[in-house]
């Protein structure tokens, strides 16, 4: 029996599982990351901190499994976009902690660039191009924006504030890691006693950042050239069956069973490629929507990069030797945010209970909720825009609050289910999630009637971490083609939409646009 370890760093855990030939979990391990808010708007992870318990996840999942270190064939990593960190690797001096994806620091400069006069020339030039040439890379140019949860401003913030490390970019001694690089350099050179290691990322994790351009396959020189980002600051990108990935050093870990140890790095993905695999969407016009503290759904558009006008984004899907399959993206930031906020005021005491809570009323007696704490994303797109119920009565109970809490939920997913067929002018059959929030059956059956599409719910809702194991397996040979992995898909349960329901839905989400209207521009 051949065992794969598959560890995944998210937002607000890191997990390692081990898994055997037939992706059957034989022990896990799980941690909390401690989020740090230092200022308002601002999210941090402490680096070393992070490291500790990835250390100590993947030595525990190991021991849960009962199984020794040299009988695990291949170890596959999955890791949150869109959080990174710059430092000195060689002598390990950090010059900030762990930005996250979520992090607002850079909130006014995104403003001041977005009204600003180089951003609107750039994107009139774009758009000339693309009147010329009908390329769609010229044309995703022509609507660029920049936005908080990329990486570009972010770093531009940082670099413009924090002397240390402005003063160790012009000697050369910075470099900038994203999560997945940081924990691969980490891994492979035994927490820097081996410090030449290559500085390489996976094409998944740049493919998101902004300083990515898709239609090229490398770092943009727009970047580099409007911003200033050096692309020596900047990792490598490699595929994602890089082979130069090495092998778990030894001296990462404690215990004598861990010495002479040789487990390769068999692939390094973004969590939502590695839901993306989790979800075996291996096919064109494939999605998946994950549920998690944010919602992110992504359909597969295959060998063509599809440029967006209504913010969608076009990414990297996977990439194996020159194959490179893509897709669009879009984003509500705020899902289990909003489950999470709920139960801080008190409105349930168990997010699992706001299900049966929410069918225990026939509706929301008019009441809406608009889910904006970190604004509206695509097709909105208004980052200013507030949150809030609007529509409340002497009648309103507190069951009403909830039901509109999770509808407001679903009518973000179907804006971005009918923006993605927009853009991509193909037709959304299935859609199939994951995430802590899919797990509740009143948002996925309303998500069915809303859209009137099939809802597919798996029986295990740990995509990203199957997602890693698959990616891995298949990257070590243990399977030969991907359609060999979907005999490990088990159904939970499969939502059909009701078509009395969805001509309701659809009325109570035009209302549900209304309300957004009194709450864009707030900020």
Same mark, same amino acid.
């Not at 199984?67 to 710059?86: A, E, H, M, Y």
């Not at 160790?168 to 999560?179: G, H, S, V």
């Not at 020159?322 to 709920?342: F, L, R, S």
């Given at each position: ?33 401690? &989020? ?67 992090? $607002? ?112 396959? +490398? ?28 092998? $778990? ?13 040789? %487990? ?70 705020? %899902? ?76 973000? &997913? ?28 009143? %948002?996925?059956?309303? &998500? ?50 009701? $078509?009395?329901?969805?001509?309701? +839905? ?6 549900? $646009? ?10």
């Amino acid at each position: 029996m051949q065992y794969i370890a598959a560890l995944d760093v998210g937002t607000t855990t890191v997990r390692c599982f081990i898994l055997n030939e037939n992706c059957e979990i034989k022990g896990s391990s799980k941690r909390l990351v401690e &989020l740090l808010n230092p200022e308002p708007g601002y999210f941090e992870i402490e680096p070393e901190a992070l490291w500790r318990k990835i250390i100590a996840v993947i030595e525990d999942a190991v021991k849960a499994a009962q199984i020794r270190p040299d009988q695990i064939s291949c170890f596959g990593i999955s890791s949150q976009r869109c959080t990174f960190l710059t430092w000195n690797h060689l002598t390990q001096e950090y010059y900030h902690n762990f930005i996250t994806w979520k992090d $607002l620091r850079a909130d006014s400069m995104v403003d001041e660039w977005n009204d600003g006069y180089t951003l609107k020339t750039l994107n009139g030039f774009s758009y000339a191009l693309y009147l010329l040439t009908r390329s769609n890379r010229f044309l995703a140019g022509s609507v660029l924006k920049m936005m908080n949860g990329q990486v570009t401003l972010r770093l531009l913030h940082e670099i413009q504030r924090n002397h240390r490390l402005k003063e160790a970019i012009k000697l050369k001694k910075a470099r900038m890691e994203l999560l997945d690089s940081w924990i691969l350099y980490k891994l492979r050179s035994g927490n820097g006693k081996e410090p030449n290691v290559e500085h390489i990322s996976d094409v998944t994790s740049c493919t998101a950042t902004g300083l990515f351009d898709p239609f090229i396959l +490398n770092w943009s020189p727009i970047m580099n050239l409007i911003f200033g980002i050096q692309p020596i600051l900047l990792p490598k990108i490699v595929n994602n069956i890089c082979e130069n990935l090495g092998f $778990l050093h030894p001296d990462c870990f404690m215990g004598l069973e861990w010495k002479n140890t040789h %487990i390769p790095i068999t692939s390094s993905i973004s969590d939502q490629t590695a839901a993306i695999f989790g979800n075996q969407c291996f096919n064109k016009d494939d999605v998946k929507i994950t549920m998690g503290t944010g919602a992110f759904l992504n359909l597969i558009t295959g060998s063509c990069c599809q440029a967006s006008l209504k913010g969608m984004y076009p990414l990297v899907a996977w990439q194996f030797n020159k194959q490179t399959i893509y897709c669009v993206e879009g984003a509500a930031h705020d %899902i289990g945010t909003i489950i999470a906020w709920g139960q801080q005021c008190g409105l349930y005491t168990d997010p699992t209970e706001t299900s049966s809570i929410a069918e225990s009323v026939k509706d929301s007696d008019g009441v809406f909720f608009i889910p904006a704490f970190s604004g509206l994303g695509a097709p909105l797109n208004d980052h200013k825009a507030a949150s809030g119920f609007i529509g409340i009565k002497p009648s309103t109970r507190r069951a009403h609050l909830i039901r509109a809490l999770l509808e407001s939920i679903v009518f973000r &997913l179907v804006l971005l289910c009918e923006t993605a067929e927009q853009e991509t002018k193909r037709q959304i059959k299935l859609l199939r999630v994951d995430g802590g929030v899919s797990r509740n059956s009143f %948002i996925c059956q309303f &998500l069915a009637d809303t859209s009137g599409k099939q809802v597919e719910r798996p029986l295990c809702s740990e995509s990203s971490i199957m997602g890693a194991c698959y990616a891995a397996g298949f990257n070590y040979g243990l399977w030969k083609d991907l359609n060999e992995i979907k005999k490990f898909r088990k159904i939970d349960r499969l939502f059909k939409p009701c $078509l009395q329901e969805y001509e309701v +839905n659809r009325k109570l989400l035009n209302k549900w $646009l209304d309300a957004v209207n009194r709450f864009k521009n707030w900020y």
